[in-house]
T-cell receptor, first 111, second 112 residues
Framework: SQQGEEDPQALSIQEGENATMNCSYKTSINNLQWYRQNSGRGLVHLILIRSNEREKHSGRLRVTLDTSKKSSSLLITASRAADTASYFCATGDTGRRALTFGSGTRLQVQP | KAGVTQTPRYLIKTRGQQVTLSCSPISGHRSVSWYQQTPGQGLQFLFEYFSETQRNKGNFPGRFSGRQFSNSRSEMNVSTLELGDSALYLC???????????FGPGTRLTVT
């Protein structure tokens, strides 16, 4: 079963705009990770944020984590057509030793 | 470093048959996890192996099994295939459960 939901389910923006995706989860976590998937291929790891961190940056990506609200957001700045993909959040729980994925956000960046 | 490799990439099987999928993790990674991805259920955890031991199993029937070898390579097996087993099967490797997981390209299984 899914840990939580991602919002929005689909997002269409123009190149150069920022894209924000949100993820909510239900249980206590050890870390939260974001992945990108192109057209049903393998997942590419983007960023990992631990439960004691509030914000993390990697290039054009910014991830925030609010454990009190059990939510995270991924911001992609200055988007490019190559950013078109599905984005998934996944929560990690040391006790369970497995990632629980959200339902994903399909991002379309129009050139 | 070479990435995670999965073989075969595509497979077509008939209901009732069995299938074995293979995964070679990134060198140095001892944890291998398997996930099933379908349009209806999304990404679901199958099982995780660490140093040849299954440490966790997802909510799948016993027809789904796996193993890990001493070189960390892993296989998963699905017996008595059903139409609903058609999916993308993804393997991921990592240093451990608290680290990033690196995914292979997946095996696309079609059951007819």
């Amino acid at each position: 079963s899914q840990q939580g939901e991602e919002d929005p389910q689909a997002l269409s923006i123009q190149e150069g705009e920022n894209a924000t995706m949100n993820c909510s989860y239900k249980t206590s976590i050890n870390n939260l990770q974001w992945y990108r998937q192109n057209s049903g291929r393998g997942l590419v790891h983007l960023i990992l944020i631990r439960s004691n961190e509030r914000e993390k940056h990697s290039g054009r990506l910014r991830v925030t984590l609010d454990t009190s609200k059990k939510s995270s957001s991924l911001l992609i700045t200055a988007s490019r057509a190559a950013d078109t993909a599905s984005y998934f959040c996944a929560t990690g729980d040391t006790g369970r030793r497995a990632l629980t994925f959200g339902s994903g956000t399909r991002l379309q960046v129009q050139p | 470093k070479a990435g995670v490799t999965q073989t075969p990439r595509y497979l077509i099987k008939t209901r009732g048959q069995q299938v074995t999928l293979s995964c070679s993790p990134i060198s140095g990674h001892r944890s291998v996890s398997w996930y099933q991805q379908t349009p209806g259920q999304g990404l679901q955890f199958l099982f995780e192996y660490f140093s040849e031991t299954q440490r966790n199993k997802g909510n799948f029937p016993g027809r789904f099994s796996g193993r890990q070898f001493s070189n960390s390579r892993s296989e998963m097996n699905v017996s008595t295939l059903e139409l609903g087993d058609s999916a993308l099967y993804l393997c991921a490797s990592s240093y451990g459960s608290d680290y990033e997981q690196y995914f292979g390209p997946g095996t696309r299984l079609t059951v007819t």
